[in-house]
Nanobody, 123 residues
Framework: HVQLVESGGGSVQAGGSLRLSCVVS?????????MGWFRQAPGKEREGVAA???GRPYYAGAVNGRFTISQGDALTLQMNNLNPEDTAMYYC?????????????????????WGQGTQVTVS
C-alpha cells in the first residue's frame, strides 16, 4: 500500500521561503517514475508546479528560478521568494505506472498516487 505524506507547509510573508517534503512509504524510489508537486488555489484548477523524472527537474514557468525540486529519501520542494500568488494547497504526486515522461510531467491525470496536501499561505 503506497502512501504519500506531505509536510512543511505554513504561513509566510511575501519574499519568504518554505521547504515542502513528501515521504513515500510502500514504494522504493525509482528515477524512471515521475514524481511531482501540484497546487490548487481556491476557485482554480490544479496545476503542476514541478516534477522530477530520470533525475531531471521540470518547472512551471511561474516558479522557475524560485523553486527547486529534489529527490532523495524524500521528495522535497524548496520554495524561495514566495509571493501571494503561490498561496495554495500543495500536493505530492507519483506516477507508479511509468506513464509520465518529461514532456507530460504537468498532466495531473497521469499520476497514480497522491498525498493529502499541505497548505501554503503567503501574505
Amino acid at each position: 500500500h503506497v502512501q504519500l505524506v506531505e509536510s512543511g507547509g505554513g504561513s509566510v510573508q511575501a519574499g519568504g521561503s518554505l521547504r515542502l517534503s513528501c515521504v513515500v512509504s510502500g514504494y522504493t524510489f525509482n528515477k524512471g517514475y515521475c514524481m511531482g508537486w501540484f497546487r490548487q488555489a481556491p476557485g482554480k484548477e490544479r496545476e503542476g508546479v514541478a516534477a522530477i523524472w530520470n533525475g531531471r527537474p521540470y518547472y512551471a514557468g511561474a516558479v522557475n528560478g524560485r523553486f527547486t525540486i529534489s529527490q532523495g529519501d524524500a521528495l522535497t520542494l524548496q520554495m524561495n521568494n514566495l509571493n501571494p500568488e503561490d498561496t495554495a494547497m500543495y500536493y505530492c504526486a507519483a506516477d507508479l505506472q511509468g506513464r509520465t515522461y518529461g514532456g507530460s510531467w504537468a498532466r495531473d491525470y497521469e499520476y497514480t498516487d497522491w498525498g493529502q496536501g499541505t497548505q501554503v499561505t503567503v501574505s
